[in-house]
């Protein structure tokens, strides 16, 4: 059975699916692996290493089970065979017509954020594993445009105290951006809905905000807040952001708007050349200032909105991201590199998102 590993279309997207060190692991279960030309160039990985790795250069998108990062776009979608098993970010929720393509060319379409969050998938995890790419980035690009130093700094020419951050939402992206804050010498706090948070923010160096709001979700998600409680949630940050040289926004609700935390009066309460980084741009942010995508100054704050930053740091977030594509390809095969779904499994149940899987007589 081939693999196929495709290049990426989506302007920006620098990673690829799998990377050659993964391929060895798939050869040996007797699995043909066919790699678009170009796919890892712009992860530093040229076809070479593939071929070098077990891999063929050639049609990637005609392999039995096709590898991806993005969505496959129209076009692409038009190149999958019918009874194709393809594996990628599909974006379900969002990707309402694309999903609807896949089902209609027969495609056996399984979507890695569809995972269910359970112990036996965190090996398949690829949200956790992209997202820890996205705060350490979050915290990195928030000490490029600070105009102050993170950590403290004695000198002979002065002393300057270390910046203040504070990181709203503290998730698999959150609680890594803290861990980052902390390791570059700044003041990280933390902040969520869920309680049980608090330990995990102690545990990376950070303090603890409690605004004594609690939302616990299903799934061990948060859940959305009712309208008394956001008004009483902005309120209070508002009063708590005025101390802080970064903000860092990670707040999400499954299927639902990002929730506005940062609102543009606590922007305007921030020290000047402050700045905001908001990883929810996507889902239409939790800065009431953001333009996704963009960076824009507003009361002489840096308010930055990246949309994709796993794509900026594409050998490790490959890499991670690969061996999730592999655990997840591994649970749909046998030691013969036969398709061998289990309909009933959880985790194959639970990231289904179009297709059958018929075994064959
Ligand atoms: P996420 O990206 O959906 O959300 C990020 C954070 O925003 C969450 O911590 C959430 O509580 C917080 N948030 C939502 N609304 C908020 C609001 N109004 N104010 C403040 N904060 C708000 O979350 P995630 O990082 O993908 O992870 C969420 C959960 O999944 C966590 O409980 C995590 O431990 C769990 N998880 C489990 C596994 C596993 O067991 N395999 C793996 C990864 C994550």
Partial sequence: MSVGVVRESVPGERRVALVPGSIPRLTRRGLRVVVESGAGEDAHLPDELYERAGAHIGDAWSADVVLTVAPPTEAETARLRHGTVLLGFLAPLSNVDGVKALEAAGVLAFAVESVPRISRAQAMDALSSQSSVAGYRATLLAAQRLTRFFPMLTTAAGTVPPAKVLVLGAGVAGLQALATAKRLGAQPTGYDVRPEVAEQ?????????????????????????????????????????????????????????????????????????????????????????????????????????????????????????????????????????????????????????????????
Avoid at 292 to 319: F, K, Q, W, Y
Wanted: charged letters at 25%.
């Fill in 201 to 361: 923010v102690r545990s990376v160096g950070a303090q603890w905000l409690d605004l004594g709001i609690e939302a616990v979700g299903e799934g061990g998600y948060a859940r959305e807040l009712g309208a008394e409680e956001r008004a009483e949630q902005k309120r209070r940050l508002t009063e708590s952001i005025t101390g802080f040289d970064v903000v860092i926004t990670t707040a999400l609700v499954p299927g639902r708007t990002a929730p506005v935390l940062v609102t543009a009066e606590a922007v305007r309460g921030m020290p000047t050349g402050a700045v905001v980084v908001d990883l929810a741009g996507e889902s239409g942010g939790n800065c009431e200032l953001t333009e996704p995508g963009r960076e824009v100054v507003v009361h002489e704050v840096t308010i930055c909105s990246p949309l994709n930053l796993p794509a900026d740091m594409p050998a490790h977030a490959s890499e991670l991201y690969a061996r999730n594509l592999t655990e997840l390809l591994e649970l749909l095969t046998d030691d013969e590199g036969r398709l061998a779904i289990d309909a009933n499994d959880e985790i194959v149940a639970g990231a289904r998102v179009t297709g059958q899987y018929r075994e064959e007589a």
